[in-house]
């Protein structure tokens, strides 16, 4: 059974960071393209990041220059390091693997930046 697990989300001030962790169990996480998604309240779902296996990643314009995304496959895990957050950086935070016609998302962790 493929579980993804996030963790690393809280309430943080406008100009902060956080860390987002997400372990992986029952795929290969290296097999697979890697990334975290958002959800604000109202909005759709939208891609923050995402990451290969050869280590490419790829940026919404919104978070370049101020998120990382990175991978850890020793310990099947994906990481996301948040820095100057902004108020409009809130939102649920969910890790996503795929792969060909598979897609697994975590159960998210809500990040709220606000003074």
């Known amino acids: 059974q493929v579980q993804l697990v996030e963790s690393g989300g809280g309430l943080v001030q406008p100009g902060g960071s956080l860390r987002l962790s997400c372990a992986a169990s029952g795929i290969i996480s290296s097999g697979y393209v890697m990334g975290w998604y958002r959800q604000a309240p109202g909005k759709q779902r939208e891609l923050v990041a995402t990451?290969?296996?050869?280590?490419?990643?790829n940026y919404a314009d919104s978070v370049k220059g101020r998120f990382t995304i990175s991978r850890d496959n020793a310990k099947n895990t994906i990481y996301l390091q948040m820095n100057s957050l902004k108020p409009e950086d809130t939102a649920v935070y969910y890790c996503n693997a795929a792969r060909f016609t598979a897609s697994y998302w975590g159960q998210g962790t809500q990040v709220t930046v606000s003074s």
């Open positions: 990451i290969i296996s050869l280590g490419n990643t």
